[in-house]
Nanobody, 121 residues
């Protein structure tokens, strides 16, 4: 059983920073891409940033230059440093990981339970 657990959400004023972290646990043979997505009520889940096992990153245009994704392969963690936050960044943020859950198993995607980020103006 693989689980992804996020932490670090909360309420913050516009212009301030927050750091989200996510740790994958359970039976893990390897992790490929990891990332963060966000969802506003009534809208589809949208990509925020992804990072490959080798460290290649990809960002949504709306967060480029403000958010930084990083990972620690030894600890199975991925983090999202969010600076210069705006009210429109308010959403539930979900961690995502492409995990091989054991030798001989296929790669599959796993999601965390989500953490609320609220940015006040």
């Amino acid at each position: 059983q693989v689980q992804l657990a996020e932490s670090g959400g909360g309420l913050v004023q516009a212009g301030r920073s927050l750091r989200l972290s996510c740790t994958a646990s359970g039976t893990i043979f390897g992790i490929n891409n990891m990332g963060w997505f966000r969802q506003v009520s009534g809208k589809e889940r949208a990509l925020v940033a992804t990072i490959s096992r080798g460290g290649s990153t990809n960002y949504a245009d709306s967060v480029k230059g403000r958010f930084t994704i990083s990972r620690d392969n030894a600890k199975n963690t991925v983090s999202l440093q969010m600076d210069s936050l705006k009210p429109e960044d308010t959403a539930v943020y979900f961690c995502y990981g492409e995990v091989i859950p054991g030798l001989g198993h296929n790669l599959r995607g796993y999601w965390g339970q989500g953490t609320q980020v609220t940015v006040s103006s």
